[in-house]
């Protein structure tokens, strides 16, 4: 008996694995540039320090984005924040197999006086495919680029704005 269900255990996992790979090939991506951007500003380094943790906890709205780091003398914000998330399916003995891998990135904010510093590591293993409809899936430079410009938009405007911090 149980050597029945390991064989129908190992059919199925190879009958997915055969279906997912179906009519897509995987094409592994060069790891694009890290991206950066400097925002002049008017805060002095505390304030910078403050509002740069709150655009963080503001941003960062899942709960796999974590901050991970903080040095308020060094001016320095740290943390990992999900690009994309992946998705796994499960057989039906419990078994987890990974279709999408997720794609982490790390955001670092440095701040000074009148100077903010947003830097975004571009996750590592992206990759591109398309799927039995020809629709792209995977995690492309394009897919990271525009979610990286969209952050340091964001922290662009945040930054600039003036904050309860700034006049005390």
């Known amino acids: 008996m149980k050597t029945k269900k390991i064989i129908t255990t190992v059919t199925l996992l190879l009958s997915i694995f055969l279906f997912i790979s179906c009519g897509s090939a995987r094409v592994v991506i060069p790891t694009p540039e ?63 197999i990974v279709v999408h891998p997720t794609f982490f990135s790390i955001i670092t904010l440095r701040v000074k006086d009148n100077l903010a510093r947003i830097e975004i590591d571009a996750p590592s293993g992206m990759y591109s495919q398309k799927d039995i409809n020809g629709k792209q899936i995977g995690f492309t430079k394009e897919l990271f680029l525009a979610e990286a410009n969209k952050l340091i938009d964001n922290f662009d405007v945040y930054m600039k704005e003036k904050s309860s911090n700034d006049s005390w």
Not at 47 to 64: G, R, Y
Not at 86 to 93: A, K, Q, R
């Open 34 to 96: 890290d991206e950066v951007k400097n925002i002049e500003n008017t805060s002095n380094i505390n304030s910078n320090f403050i509002k740069a943790n709150e655009w963080m906890v503001e941003s960062f709205n899942n709960a796999k984005s974590v901050i991970q780091f903080k040095d308020k003398q060094a001016g320095i914000v740290k943390g990992r924040y999900l690009m994309k998330e992946g998705s796994t399916i499960t057989s039906m003995y419990g078994t987890k």
